[in-house]
């Protein structure tokens, strides 16, 4: 069973949707969760990191189940230039310092 | 911000030769580097881990002979892809942590180089 299981979609979507990602993580020793941005051939890069409470930052929502092992993201007003693909991330150690397990990517295409 | 370089960016090369690829950290040390490689609609994929000074640990069905790692300095390590195949043909992904302050998850981040995109033929 893979690390980090997502949905990789393609998710279609106009202008001002909302739109949610979905993630699962398979180690119960998971300590930290990110999501990530993609873009086409482009390095990854942090969009936000994922807390038990949950947090917001802008447009973007995060949620973390660890009872049931699901991460969530949520993009409200969805803009033209959110269009990449959103990676879900898992850490066993408290931070970005260590191995990183990588989701295969949710690809979001936003369109006028 | 931190930066990270990588070198080069995109590369072609014929089957049987070796390339090597440059990661370095721009604006501070170091102490630990990480390679991935990302096939195309994939996930990234550790190959290996980097402490500056000591060997690599790699990740299981990497071979170590034939990707090459060495962490010379704080803000240097290259992957040397030997006898490079067609399969080999992959976006290959440095990035390196480093200690910083602020972090809200503790004193450490890590950054990804722009990757190097490499086309056996």
């Known amino acids: 069973r893979k690390e980090v299981e997502q949905d990789p979609g393609p998710f279609n979507v106009p202008e001002g949707a909302t739109v949610a990602f979905n993630c699962t993580y398979s180690?119960?020793?998971?300590?930290?969760f990110f999501w990530y941005r993609q873009d086409c051939r482009k390095e990854p890069k942090l969009l936000m990191s994922?807390?038990?409470s949950g947090n917001e930052d802008g447009r973007f929502t995060a949620q973390l189940n660890r009872a049931s092992q699901y991460i969530s993201l949520l993009i409200r007003d969805s803009k033209l230039s959110d269009s990449a693909t959103y990676l879900c991330?898992?850490?066993?150690?408290?931070?970005?310092?260590?191995?990183?397990?990588f989701g295969r990517g949710t690809q979001l295409t936003v369109w006028p | 911000g931190a930066v990270v370089s990588q070198h080069p960016s995109r590369v072609i090369c014929k089957s049987g030769t070796s390339v090597k690829i440059e990661c370095r950290s721009l604006d501070f040390q170091a102490t630990t580097m990480f390679w991935y490689r990302q096939f195309p609609k994939q996930s990234l994929m550790l190959m290996a881990t980097s402490n500056e000074g000591s060997k690599a640990t790699y990740e299981q069905g990497v071979e170590k002979d034939k990707f090459l790692i060495n962490h010379a300095s704080l803000t240097l390590s290259t992957l040397t892809v030997t006898s490079a195949h067609p399969e080999d043909s992959s976006f290959y992904i440095c990035?390196?942590?480093?200690?910083?302050?602020?972090?809200?998850?503790?004193?450490?981040?890590?950054?990804f180089g722009p990757g190097t995109r490499l086309t056996v033929t």
């Open positions: 180690n119960s020793a998971s300590q930290s």
């Open positions: 994922v807390y038990s």
């Open positions: 991330v898992v850490s066993r150690e408290g931070s970005t310092l260590g191995r990183l397990y």
């Open positions: 990035s390196a942590s480093f200690e910083g302050e602020g972090h809200p998850l503790g004193l450490y981040e890590q950054y």
